[in-house]
């Protein structure tokens, strides 16, 4: 039992090494700015469902990734994915609904 123990975590460490693995040397590049929000539209998501459950109602995706493109990130280059991610996860909530009231966006674009 102990060897098929020892076995089985022995596999999933080489799994976890390998993926992370793939995950540091992976080279990512977006043709769009769309490209870029599919790819986080995860973490978007997150973030919403955060802020409704703080009480802020009728956030949309689109919402939180304009107030970042427009005010956090509009002077940015070469932004790395995670800090990407990092900023839609650690924005302040506040910060996000003001830009939205004071700025009534438009969501058809992206």
């Known amino acids: 039992m102990k060897d098929k123990l020892f076995h089985f975590l022995f596999i999933f460490g080489i799994i976890l090494l390998s993926s992370y693995k793939d ?5 990512l590049e977006f043709s769009s700015l769309k490209d870029l929000y599919l790819r986080v539209d995860p ?3 997150a973030k919403r469902l955060e802020m409704e459950r703080k009480g802020y109602k009728n956030i949309k995706n ?3 990734w304009k107030y970042l493109v427009e005010a956090k990130w509009k002077n940015g280059k070469d932004l790395m994915l995670s800090d990407i991610v990092d900023d839609i996860l650690n924005t302040e909530c506040s910060l996000i609904d003001n830009y939205i009231k004071d700025n009534s966006l438009d969501d058809n674009n992206i």
Not at 23 to 27: H, K, Q, R, T, Y
């Open 43 to 45: 973490a978007l998501t």
């Open 23 to 27: 995950v540091i040397f992976m080279d």
């Open 62 to 64: 689109t919402d939180i």
